[in-house]
């Protein structure tokens, strides 16, 4: 509505945390397992790597519009040989 002065709504709790049943965390320590893994049951870094390799990283499409970026990218700044 044009001329209205209430904000627009939010989809964002208000500060301090208001949801019903939100606990603030007590800090960075608390929100993190050991290790550094979800503690609901994480992968291990090595497994963790391999997954996003295969799945993201060296994914078909990602790998496409990688290509497509590059080619965009080597028209705009063609490759030149170093001295």
Known sequence: ?????????SS??????????WKAPKGCA???AP???DPRGGKSPPE???FLLERLYRH????RERRK???VLEGL????PLP
């Open 30 to 32: 608390s929100t993190r």
């Open 1 to 9: 509505m044009l001329g209205s002065s209430s904000p627009p709504p």
């Open 69 to 71: 970026a590059e080619a």
């Open 35 to 37: 290790g550094g893994l």
């Open 60 to 63: 078909p499409e990602v790998l």
């Open 12 to 21: 964002h709790p208000p500060a301090g945390g208001s949801r019903p049943g």
């Open 48 to 50: 963790l790597k391999a």
């Open 77 to 80: 700044f063609p490759p030149t």
